[in-house]
């Protein structure tokens, strides 16, 4: 598969909590990056982070990267009902320009 | 420029028939791609430009399609002989390639998408 993986692929919280998603990737990357798309929508960029970055923040974002481990994971704090939509991660690998995106978590959050 | 345009947004069409689908990128982007995603799957990278050339092909792109890019700004992806397993969206996005700072390079900017269903 050219997909990575991602965990859980669904999560259901209560508004305020936190939510942790978690991906893995298979080959080096240059950079790493989450993104989020709405039902039937598009899909928006929400963060990246370099190889040469552990970890990186946005509002109420903050994503990790272990390229040792080949895995990343992004955790949105105090979560709102409007965050309820599907996150995805996607490597840039070393050896092209090509985006491989993982399977993606459906985040439900409820109010 | 408000983003990337597809067009159309949804294609019904019957199985033997072609289609084409239609991406305007944003103009400053030098890089485009195509994606197919069916439900509950992330997007599949099927071809890439940079300008007008094609860098990059996925195996999951058989003979059946075809994707140009003729002056380098709009592109068009065509699929001949639809068959019901090319019923997915397909995605397009650009990028602004090397024109900015090297980090940024690959940030993509989706289209709302074209969903085909195939009967």
């Known amino acids: 598969s050219q997909q990575g993986e991602e965990d859980p692929q669904a999560l259901s919280i209560q508004e305020g909590e936190n939510a942790t998603m978690n991906c893995s990737y298979k080959?080096?990357?240059?950079?790493l990056q989450w993104y989020r798309q709405n039902s039937g929508r598009g899909l928006v960029h929400l963060i990246l982070?370099?190889?040469?970055?552990r970890e990186k923040h946005s509002g109420r974002l903050r994503v990790t990267l272990d390229t040792s481990k080949k895995s990343s994971s992004l955790l949105i704090t105090a979560s709102r009902a409007a965050d309820t939509a599907s996150y995805f991660c996607?490597?840039?690998?070393?050896?092209?320009?090509?985006?491989?995106f993982g399977e993606g978590t459906q985040l439900t959050v409820n109010p | 420029d408000t983003g990337v345009s597809q067009d159309p947004r949804h294609k019904i069409t019957k199985r033997g028939q072609n289609v084409t689908f239609r991406c305007d990128p944003i103009?400053?982007?030098?890089?485009l791609y195509w994606y197919r995603q069916t439900l509950g799957q992330g997007p599949e990278f099927l071809t890439y430009f940079q300008n007008e050339a094609q860098l990059e092909k996925s195996r999951l792109l058989s003979d059946r399609f075809s994707a140009e890019r003729p002056k380098g700004s709009f592109s068009t992806l065509e699929i001949q002989r639809t068959e019901q397993g090319d019923s997915a969206m397909y995605l397009c996005a650009s990028s602004p390639g090397y024109r900015v700072r090297r980090s940024g390079a690959n940030v993509l900017t989706f289209g709302a998408g074209s969903r085909l269903t195939v009967l």
């Open positions: 996607a490597s840039q690998e070393t050896s092209g320009s090509r985006l491989t």
């Open positions: 982070i370099r190889s040469n970055e």
């Open positions: 080959t080096s990357i240059n950079n």
């Open positions: 103009s400053e982007h030098n890089r």
